[in-house]
């Protein structure tokens, strides 16, 4: 998926509805056709992941799925363990 904003694209986003909004990266939609750009959502100190994704685990506890950039040793490229997470404020953390 991807969307054209007036200065750049925005590719292999994750979309998600909230039941009145289609959010998209940091642009919000209510008919998947008209943009509004965001401030970004979610940012998280972490040090190489992109396209990240916050989800449920199993035990209903809130985790941080990405894909591993690029690492000491050069790329990865692959997706990460769950990473936990916590609220603080408006703020996501990984949990330590």
Known sequence: ????????????????????????????????????VQPPTPPVDHRSLYAGRLVRDGSGRWVLLGFRDTEEDGFV??????????????QVRIAR
């Open 77 to 90: 490229g692959e997706i990460c363990d769950p990473i936990p997470v916590n609220l603080d404020g408006e």
């Open 1 to 36: 998926m991807s969307l054209r904003l007036a200065d750049h694209w925005v590719w292999d986003s994750w979309l998600v509805e909230d039941g009145v909004d289609y959010h998209l990266f940091h642009a919000r939609s209510t008919d998947l056709e008209s943009w509004e």
